[in-house]
């Protein structure tokens, strides 16, 4: 690039030699037009190209300012965070300073402490070391000034005690001679008189007999008096009263009880028999009830008692395998509990297995099977034995040879069921209201819910048809599972009742199908 300040003709001597060719041209004027033309858009390129320029230059400048800016906001942010570093650092330094001062002072304050606390400790410690002195100054010459009264007295407390000795041995000797003088008269009186030796010895053997009379007569009274008044051990559940007069009857306790067609024919006929053989003072069969759990043995038992004009006695085998050494003497308080009632009582032994099990088990179990045995061996007027089990095939061949007849107990059909379904919902759902007012009154009136029961005869035959395999226990369970769940769905709902319907008591029983198979699951599995 030329230095700007010197001059180059040049370029004029070519314009000038160049415009002198044009001017001689035919085409001069349009040459030149042209050249002005490609001047100004030469000019106008410069022009443009200065603005452009110019707008970089802008840009530029604008694009450094901003730097320039962001630059010092940079610095600007890292000179307050330094400061604000700085004043953390300060502030913490300043709290660590507190805090160690603080340190400090506690522990000066604790020295302070422990030092007025060993000045205590010493202060009381020579107090009772000199306490401690004192007393025992005082005790020696306690002891100094006792032994010296004692020394004086002791001539006195001698004379005393040898006065005392003499008079109380002449006491003796008086008595000793007062006794032997009667002795020797009543012996001189017998002598005279030997009448009186005889009425002596007629009352001394009269009042003997007397007394082991009494003694073997009250004994066997009170024996008597606690069979008839106390209830042994191993009965769970008895129609026999030990105090009647404390607790009402009642005759109607079994009425609409709902058995299998079967069971109260066989119920009628045993009965029957019952009664007869009591009428005549015969013997009394023992009898084997078998099946599933939950249909009806025990309350076949007691309506038998009922209706045959028996006293029942309710005994699990479970509780007898528990006594162990203890169950011969339990039983045989049991047997002797029911020879002391004249109406005869019906032994009812719920769970057999556990106890009559075959003879390959303890020696505790075969003692008690033994002396089951022993009281069963000869048909009793005073007692009927009655097994359950819902395994009969475990049972001891002895206590099967004691059986006179086995009731099998199987599920209710599903007529049986319908009118069981029928009676529960009556008893659960249209008195529940007025046995909730009886039993507690104040809970009723305070808070009670209202459950409608709204199925059909067909909806509860629909639903007696899921229960093949149900027992009336399940039965009862069901129902009472329908009611608590109605109640809950009243708490649920905040209402004050609920209405069940077939749909609600579906879906109780597709719960109970399930709990039912989970049980005949787990008993596959034992």
Same mark, same amino acid.
């Given at each position: $690039?030329?230095?700007?300040?010197?001059?180059?003709?040049?370029a004029?001597?070519?314009?000038?030699?160049?415009?002198?060719?044009?001017?001689? /041209?035919?085409?001069?004027?349009?040459?030149l037009?042209? $050249?002005?033309?490609?001047?100004?858009?030469?000019?106008?390129e410069?022009?443009?190209q200065?603005?452009?320029?110019?707008i970089?230059?802008?840009?530029?400048?604008?694009?450094?300012r901003?730097?320039?800016?962001d630059?010092?906001k940079?610095v600007n942010?890292?000179? *307050?965070? &330094?400061?604000d570093?700085?004043?953390?650092?300060?502030?913490?330094?300043?709290?660590?300073d507190?805090?160690?001062?603080?340190?400090?002072?506690r522990?000066?304050?604790e020295e302070?402490?422990?030092r007025?606390?060993?000045?205590?400790?010493?202060t009381l410690?020579?107090? $009772?070391?000199?306490?401690f002195?004192?007393?025992?100054?005082?005790i020696?010459?306690?002891?100094?000034?006792?032994?010296?009264n004692y020394?004086?007295?002791?001539d006195?407390?001698?004379?005393?005690?040898?006065?005392?000795?003499q008079?109380?041995?002449?006491?003796?000797?008086?008595l000793?001679n007062? !006794?032997?003088?009667?002795?020797?008269?009543?012996?001189?009186?017998?002598?005279?008189?030997?009448?009186?030796?005889?009425?002596?010895a007629?009352?001394?053997?009269?009042?003997?007999g007397?007394?082991f009379?009494?003694? &073997?007569?009250?004994?066997?009274?009170?024996?008597?008096?606690?069979?008839?008044?106390?209830?042994?051990?191993?009965?769970?559940?008895?129609?026999?009263?030990?105090?009647?007069?404390? $607790?009402?009857?009642?005759?109607?306790?079994?009425?609409?009880?709902?058995l299998?067609?079967?069971l109260?024919?066989? =119920?009628?006929?045993?009965?029957?028999?019952f009664?007869?053989?009591?009428?005549? /003072?015969?013997?009394?069969?023992?009898?084997?009830?078998?099946?599933?759990p939950g249909?009806g043995?025990?309350?076949?038992?007691k309506?038998l008692? !009922?209706?045959?004009?028996?006293?029942f006695a309710?005994i699990?085998?479970?509780?007898?395998?528990?006594?162990?050494?203890?169950?011969?003497?339990?039983?045989d308080?049991?047997?002797?509990?029911?020879q002391?009632?004249?109406?005869?009582t019906?032994i009812?032994?719920?769970?057999?297995e *556990?106890?009559? &099990?075959?003879r390959?088990?303890?020696?505790?179990?075969?003692?008690?099977?033994?002396?089951f045995l022993?009281?069963?061996?000869?048909?009793?007027?005073?007692y009927?034995?009655i =097994?359950?089990?819902?395994?009969?095939?475990k049972l001891?061949?002895?206590?099967?040879?004691?059986?006179?007849?086995?009731?099998?107990?199987? &599920?209710?059909?599903?007529?049986?069921?319908?009118?069981?379904?029928?009676?529960g919902?009556?008893?659960?759902?249209?008195?529940?209201?007025?046995?909730?007012l009886i039993l507690?009154p104040?809970?009723?009136?305070?808070?009670?819910?209202?459950?409608?029961?709204?199925?059909?005869?067909?909806?509860?035959q /629909?639903?007696?048809k899921?229960?093949e395999?149900?027992s009336?226990?399940?039965?009862d369970k069901?129902?009472?599972?329908?009611y608590d769940?109605?109640?809950?769905q009243?708490?649920?709902?905040?209402?004050?009742q !609920?209405?069940?319907?077939?749909t609600?008591?579906?879906?109780?029983?597709?719960?109970?199908l !399930?709990?039912?198979s989970?049980r005949?699951?787990w008993?596959?599995?034992?």
């Amino acid at each position: $690039m030329k230095n700007q300040g010197v001059f180059d003709p040049t370029a004029l001597e070519r314009a000038a030699q160049a415009l002198r060719e044009l001017n001689k /041209s035919p085409h001069a004027a349009k040459a030149l037009e042209a $050249m002005i033309k490609t001047e100004e858009a030469k000019r106008a390129e410069k022009q443009a190209q200065q603005k452009q320029n110019e707008i970089q230059k802008v840009k530029v400048e604008g694009d450094e300012r901003r730097r320039n800016m962001d630059h010092q906001k940079q610095v600007n942010q890292q000179i *307050a965070d &330094y400061n604000d570093k700085l004043e953390r650092d300060r502030i913490k330094d300043k709290l660590k300073d507190k805090e160690l001062t603080a340190q400090r002072m506690r522990e000066e304050t604790e020295e302070s402490i422990k030092r007025q606390e060993n000045m205590r400790r010493e202060t009381l410690t020579m107090q $009772m070391k000199k306490q401690f002195e004192l007393e025992e100054k005082k005790i020696t010459l306690q002891a100094k000034l006792n032994a010296e009264n004692y020394r004086k007295n002791f001539d006195l407390i001698i004379q005393e005690q040898e006065k005392k000795a003499q008079i109380e041995k002449q006491a003796k000797i008086e008595l000793h001679n007062l !006794y032997f003088a009667k002795f020797q008269q009543g012996f001189q009186y017998l002598q005279q008189n030997p009448q009186g030796l005889l009425t002596i010895a007629k009352v001394m053997l009269f009042l003997s007999g007397a007394f082991f009379f009494s003694k &073997y007569s009250l004994g066997l009274g009170f024996k008597r008096l606690e069979a008839l008044l106390t209830k042994p051990s191993l009965v769970r559940e008895t129609s026999r009263r030990s105090l009647k007069w404390m $607790m009402p009857s009642s005759k109607r306790i079994f009425d609409k009880i709902i058995l299998n067609p079967g069971l109260e024919t066989t =119920l009628k006929l045993i009965t029957s028999g019952f009664i007869a053989k009591q009428s005549q /003072s015969a013997p009394l069969r023992n009898l084997l009830f078998h099946g599933q759990p939950g249909t009806g043995k025990t309350l076949f038992a007691k309506l038998l008692a !009922y209706n045959s004009g028996l006293h029942f006695a309710v005994i699990s085998g479970g509780d007898i395998e528990k006594l162990g050494e203890q169950a011969v003497p339990e039983i045989d308080k049991l047997f002797s509990w029911c020879q002391s009632t004249p109406k005869g009582t019906l032994i009812f032994i719920d769970e057999a297995e *556990a106890i009559f &099990y075959k003879r390959s088990t303890s020696k505790q179990t075969s003692a008690a099977l033994s002396t089951f045995l022993a009281q069963t061996s000869a048909a009793s007027k005073k007692y009927s034995l009655i =097994l359950a089990t819902n395994l009969p095939y475990k049972l001891d061949e002895a206590i099967l040879d004691r059986i006179d007849q086995i009731v099998k107990f199987d &599920y209710l059909n599903e007529e049986q069921r319908v009118k069981l379904l029928k009676k529960g919902f009556e008893d659960t759902f249209q008195k529940s209201s007025f046995i909730s007012l009886i039993l507690n009154p104040a809970k009723a009136f305070s808070k009670r819910f209202k459950v409608n029961f709204n199925l059909s005869d067909d909806e509860i035959q /629909s639903l007696a048809k899921q229960m093949e395999h149900f027992s009336p226990r399940q039965i009862d369970k069901f129902i009472i599972s329908l009611y608590d769940a109605a109640l809950g769905q009243c708490i649920i709902d905040r209402q004050n009742q !609920y209405c069940v319907d077939l749909t609600f008591a579906n879906n109780i029983l597709e719960r109970s199908l !399930y709990e039912n198979s989970l049980r005949q699951e787990w008993s596959a599995q034992i």
